[in-house]
Structure formats: structure tokens, C-alpha cells
């Protein structure tokens, strides 16, 4: 099936720092999602990208949609003490339904 | 904004029961979907459905089924409950328009004893 290869698997960051990740994939997909996961908590949608090239922003969070519509990359600058949790990426197969990468787990320390 | 109520946080069930979790979303959503999420695994589709029903197989539909029986509700059933389906449910819903992000449910999760 279709599989996303999201890194890194997990990042240990102080505060201030500034993140970077990323997914590919080796299949085309037309919409790229970032979602947040917190503990608890379901994920919850970050920034959606619709256009290959697409570069949006969200606050502090930045996400781009690659030329090849196979990847995709999300960062976060100036991180603080919430930014903590399971980042996942996911592409949109069959139209409607998302496949997920397996998350990066950010820790943050202050 | 979108509701997606899961109707159980936490449950737990022995080897061979039957198990159902249910799942409402209150914004007329077509779309609505189960995954499960384990530890190194990410969220992996178990099934879906676009309409009511009508559903579709994800990438692990093995030892699962699931019922549509109105839009708004998407139950999914384990005929015969076993300990590798100890996990976290996650339910979610979405537009019918195409690309149409989803919204998700805080999680039910399962163990299987």
C-alpha cells in the first residue's frame, strides 16, 4: 500500500531553537496535511497544502508542499514549552481518505 | 467547530468478546473513517465510508467490520476481540470535498485481555 516516510522519528530540542521535519513518499499525492498530536488527545490539523510549491504559514509553523508533490516538509521557529507532541504528516489517497507518516515526537526543554 | 465524539475513552475486553465503538460527528460530514495507532506504527486505516451505507477497506481491515447506518454515526465492531487489537481508535470525519482535511475524535483506547 501507500506508505509515507516521515523523519526524523524524534527530536529532543531546548526551547528557542528552531525544527525542522520531514515526509516523503514515493508516490504522488495532491494534498499535504501536517496534524498535531497531544497526549490524550486526537490529532489535530496543523496547515493543509493543496498546490505543489505551496509554501504557508501558521503562526510559527511553516510547511511546504514539494515540486515533485512527494514530499513535504513542516518547521516550527522559536519553539516553546507546548510545542510539545506527535507531528504527523499525511497524504490524501483515493480522493478522501489520509495516509499517515508515523509522527516525530518533539520534547522540548526550557 | 467540528465535533467527533468517540462514546468510550477507555475500554477493556476479554479474548473473544464482541466489541463495538461507536463514533457521532455533528457537522453533517460525509466522509468518516476508524484508524488505529500504536507506538512505532503511526495511524494505520481500518475502514471508511462515504456515505451511508457504503464503506470501504483501509490498509488493515483483518478482524474488523463496521456499520454506517446514518450519517452522522460510524461504529466499529470486533467480531471476536484478540490481544493484538490492544490499541488506540481513533475515529475521524470529513466533506465530501475533495481533499477535505479530517477532524478527529480523542481516542478510544482498547485493551483486549
Known amino acids: 500500500g501507500q506508505q509515507l516516510n516521515q523523519s526524523p522519528q524524534s527530536m529532543f530540542i531546548q526551547e528557542g531553537e528552531d525544527v525542522s521535519m520531514n515526509c516523503t513518499s514515493s508516490s504522488i499525492f495532491n494534498t499535504w496535511l501536517w496534524y498535531k498530536q497531544e497526549p490524550g488527545e486526537g490529532p489535530v490539523l496543523l496547515i493543509a497544502?493543496?498546490?505543489?510549491?505551496e509554501l504557508t504559514s501558521n503562526g510559527r509553523l511553516t510547511a511546504q508542499f514539494g515540486i515533485t508533490r512527494k514530499d513535504s516538509f513542516l518547521n516550527i521557529s522559536a519553539s516553546i514549552p507546548s510545542d510539545v507532541g506527535i507531528y504527523f504528516c499525511?497524504?490524501?489517497?483515493?480522493?478522501?481518505?489520509?495516509?499517515f507518516g508515523k509522527g516525530t515526537t518533539l520534547s522540548v526543554s526550557s | 467547530d467540528v465535533k467527533v465524539t468517540q462514546s468510550s475513552r477507555y475500554l477493556v475486553k476479554r479474548t473473544g468478546e464482541k466489541v463495538f465503538l461507536e463514533c457521532v460527528q455533528d457537522m453533517d460530514h460525509e466522509n468518516m473513517f476508524w484508524y488505529r495507532q500504536d507506538p512505532g506504527l503511526g495511524l494505520r486505516l481500518i475502514y471508511f465510508s462515504y456515505d451511508v451505507k457504503m464503506k470501504e477497506k483501509g490498509d488493515i481491515p483483518e478482524g474488523y467490520s463496521v456499520s454506517r447506518e446514518k450519517k452522522e454515526r460510524f461504529s466499529l465492531i470486533l467480531e471476536s476481540a484478540s490481544t493484538n487489537q490492544t490499541s488506540m481508535y481513533l475515529c475521524?470525519?470529513?466533506?465530501?470535498?475533495?481533499?477535505?482535511?479530517?477532524?478527529f475524535g480523542n481516542g478510544t483506547r482498547l485493551t483486549v485481555t
Open positions: 475521524a470525519s470529513s466533506s465530501a470535498a475533495i481533499n477535505s482535511p479530517l477532524h
Open positions: 499525511a497524504g490524501v489517497w483515493a480522493g478522501t481518505a489520509l495516509i
Open positions: 497544502l493543496y498546490k505543489a510549491g
